[in-house]
């Protein structure tokens, strides 16, 4: 029923009484009609932690976990 409310034309005037009638809150419809014309919401990136390890070390313990990870899995 929501699909109906949404689907109507924006400038009709027909939202609040449609809305009235299938009982669904005005602001709903409007919202959801709001969310698909809108644009998709983009993030930027984020930024590096200060605590994160340098590339080089993190691909170091990387491999040292898929090492490990190896060894444990092949005895069994």
């Known amino acids: 029923m929501m699909a109906v ?42 930024a590096a932690s200060s605590r994160a390890l340098p590339e080089r070390e993190r691909d170091q313990v990387l491999l040292y976990r898929f090492r490990c990870f190896e060894t444990h899995t092949t005895l069994a």
């Open 5 to 46: 409310a949404i689907a109507l034309p924006t400038g009709s005037g027909l939202t609040s009484a449609v809305c009235a009638a299938l009982s669904l809150s005005r602001a709903s419809v409007l919202r959801q009609r709001a969310a698909l014309t809108a644009p998709p919401r983009t993030r930027p990136p984020r």
